[in-house]
């Protein structure tokens, strides 16, 4: 079984929206597992204290490495599952990077709060560091539910049909097609005619012509990431068309 084990300063927010729709049905079949574990639990003082002022000066509080050490020591001890944190610096979450996730034993995942957590218990417990955007949000418990979410749905299982998630956004480097349904007109506005023709060959050329168009438009930097890929893979074909053959003596003239 899948397992999240979420390490927050506020268990209350979980499973949160993850107990309702696809990803609550999962979790009571057991498809999947979450614990939410308090951090104040393994504060030492009479106070349960989780923070303290910042070494150097400056404003707010920053996270405890004891207590926050002992947390994850006792969450995850020899443990193999990836061990995450949740941070505006880290490496941006993509869907790449979900699918792996999602195909291992399941997370670990550290919720920071205040300013930030010392930087000695990153490298002590070997955190990776993930961000889910270029913003900063009060602490790592939205975040963490955005990265669990993402994971969930590709369980096996969890998804109605096995291929639902193969044509969304990012599973092929591009943005996804659009999509209708009935009625066939609204407020002026039909559905394409080759979404009703029948024809599946047609219609997948339009879907994937329609990708590439909201990429190219919307998200140039996946549309070029997505055009080298694809060059690269051509690569050794057209390395392979383009040498030039051997002349053939039997074969060959002479002016």
């Given amino acids: 079984m899948w397992r999240a084990s979420v390490l927050t300063l506020f268990p209350e927010l979980f499973p949160g929206p993850l107990g309702a729709s696809l990803a609550g049905k999962a979790l009571e079949k057991g498809l999947w597992g979450l614990e939410a574990v308090q951090i104040r ?3 030492t003082d009479k106070h349960r204290s989780v923070d303290d002022t910042p070494a150097g000066g400056g404003p707010g509080m920053v996270m405890r490495p004891d207590v ?29 990077r979900v699918a792996e996730l999602a195909a291992g034993p399941g997370v670990v995942v550290v919720c920071g709060r205040f300013e930030g957590i010392d930087e000695r218990v990153i490298a002590a417990r070997a955190l990776a560091e993930v961000s889910i955007g270029d913003y900063v949000l009060s602490g790592g ?18 998804m109605g049909k096995e291929d639902s998630g193969t044509e969304e956004s990012f599973a092929a480097g591009l943005l996804e097609y659009p999509h209708y349904t009935r009625p066939q007109r609204f407020e002026g506005q039909d559905i394409p005619e080759v979404l009703l023709s029948g024809h599946h060959a047609k219609v997948s050329a339009w879907r994937r012509a329609e990708a590439e168009r909201l990429t190219r438009e919307r998200r140039p930097d996946l549309w070029a990431r997505h055009q080298g890929l694809e060059a690269a893979q051509n690569a050794p074909e057209k390395a392979v068309s383009q040498t030039p053959r051997r002349a053939d003596p039997e074969s060959s003239s002479s002016g």
Avoid: N
């Avoid at 994850?72 to 990836?82: C, E, H, K, Y």
């Avoid at 418990?141 to 969890?158: Q, T």
């Fill in 141 to 158: 418990e939205i975040a963490a539910l955005v990265l669990l979410d993402a994971c969930v749905r590709l369980i096996p299982g969890v």
């Fill in 68 to 96: 926050l050490a002992a947390a994850i020591d006792q969450v995850a001890g020899d443990d193999p599952r990836p061990r995450l944190l949740m941070s505006p610096r880290g490496a941006p979450l993509t869907q790449a």
């Fill in 41 to 43: 639990d393994f504060a």
